[in-house]
């Protein structure tokens, strides 16, 4: 059974920085991307960042220049750097993983969510 553990949520002040883990584990036999979703109250799930296996990255346009994904391929691992933090950025973080199982089709895999709160 595959499972995303997420860390790294918190509460932090305007200007402050954080960062996320999400650790994959279980009988996995690929993984082609991951990345982090976030959803405000009242909002829907939007993408943040993303990251392929060969290395490729994709940031939401309210993002860029402040935070910054990267992955452990050994260790099946994503992170997200934020940095500059605002309080729009409050939202619940998701992990997201698009892998393929051992014995099972590939399809997407979603982590439990933690909480990011900007305020002063």
């Known amino acids: 059974q595959v499972q995303l553990a997420e860390s790294g949520g918190g509460l932090v002040q305007p200007g402050g920085s954080l960062r996320l883990s999400c650790a994959a584990s279980?009988?996995?036999?690929?993984?082609?991307?991951m990345g982090w979703y976030r959803q405000a109250p009242g909002m829907q799930r939007e993408l943040v960042a993303a990251t392929t296996s060969a290395g490729s990255t994709n940031y939401a346009d309210s993002v860029k220049g402040r935070f910054t994904i990267s992955r452990d391929n050994a260790k099946n691992t994503v992170y997200l750097q934020m940095n500059s933090l605002k309080p729009e950025d409050t939202a619940v973080y998701y992990c997201?993983?698009?892998?393929?199982?051992?014995?099972?089709?590939?399809?997407?895999?979603w982590g439990q969510g933690t909480q990011v709160t900007v305020s002063s």
């Open positions: 279980g009988s996995i036999a690929n993984i082609y991307a």
């Open positions: 997201n993983a698009d892998l393929k199982p051992f014995y099972a089709r590939r399809r997407d895999y």
